[in-house]
């Protein structure tokens, strides 16, 4: 950290980008090449298969919980993860080793704090979108704008899957799904295949026994605490020697304030302490509306931030 001095005009310093660990991966399930090979192996639909309302298949997935690997190849390198996922109803859980949530498919989103036995509301919605999620791969059929063709059939680690393509309209990048025949027609592996860019998801050790509890907050957790601040707005703001055009500041009531610079030659947020006189690079999602969304992509006042809720 560095001394910074501010009066009416807060300065931000110019400081190192952070280095960002990444959750590491299990053995990748795919890698570039895999969909072509994936398609020479299809075997034909039967007759009773053709007659399947596709549509349907996807509509009506089945509550499941399961181990949820993927892999993003990005052409010049890739990265992958692991986790946990649940499903039941119109309720999901999502489980790391740094994180876990909980809520309802395309609504609200909770994160858990297990060790310190207390949640957070303010949490954007994680799930809902037509992205090919496994938790909510029914929202492909549910869009008009997206074609659904079952293609032939696979076997995926003893499951004899229907791989079925999603296209959307005016959209280059296609979807595919692999409904396991023996699990009620759950998407099992998800391939999504973009121009510059292209996502595997995976289910391992599948279960479509969900207890309740699972996807919901535990009842001896307790809601977390909120820190308000407030928006600065004849705050003026000076990054290297020139004043910036697309900036805000928020302060706490012990007096920290919250800053982000767009208009740098790449987005920064610091976290500056007049108390210590010291500032520091701080997470972007330090500061939330009450809907979860990070305030520097709101025109709010008024944000919060969670008071420390120890480990996830």
Not at 101 to 107: A, L, M, N
Not at 231 to 257: I, M
């Amino acid at each position: 950290m560095k001394p910074l001095l501010a009066v009416m005009t807060v300065m931000c310093l110019c400081v190192g980008a952070p280095t960002i660990q990444s959750e590491p991966s299990r053995e990748p399930q795919a890698k570039p090449g895999n969909e072509k090979r994936n398609e020479e192996v299809l075997a034909p639909l039967t007759d009773a298969e053709r007659r399947m309302d596709v549509s349907d298949i996807i509509l009506n997935q089945p509550d499941f919980v399961a181990d949820l690997d993927f892999f993003v190849n990005e052409g010049f390198g890739g990265f992958g993860g692991a986790e946990r996922i649940a499903r039941k109803g119109t309720r999901f859980r999502e489980e790391s080793k740094f994180w876990t949530f909980v809520g309802e498919i395309g609504k609200s989103s909770v994160r858990l704090y297990p060790q310190a036995k207390v949640y957070d509301e303010m949490v954007p919605p994680r799930v809902g979108s037509a992205d090919g999620s496994p938790l909510n791969a029914k929202a492909l059929a549910l869009d008009s704008d997206i074609t659904l063709t079952a293609l032939g059939t696979e076997q995926i680690e003893g499951h004899k899957c229907i791989k079925i393509e999603a296209v959307t309209k005016d959209r280059p990048e296609k979807v595919y799904l692999y409904s396991a025949q023996d699990l009620m027609g759950l998407t099992i592996v998800v391939q999504v295949i973009a121009p510059k860019r292209s996502t595997v998801q995976r289910l391992h050790s599948v279960s479509l026994e969900v207890p309740d509890g699972l996807v919901e907050i535990p009842p001896d957790y307790k809601p977390i605490e909120h820190e308000k601040w407030t928006k600065l707005e004849s705050a003026k703001l000076t990054y290297q020697g020139k004043p910036s055009k697309d900036y805000g500041v928020f302060r706490a009531p012990g007096g920290e304030l919250f800053i982000w610079v767009n208009d740098a030659y790449y987005p920064w947020e610091y976290l500056y302490r007049p108390q210590h006189k010291t500032v520091e690079i701080e997470f972007q999602g330090l500061l939330v509306n009450a809907s979860g969304t990070y305030i520097w992509q709101t025109k709010e006042t008024e944000a919060f931030s969670s008071i420390c809720a120890g480990s996830a």
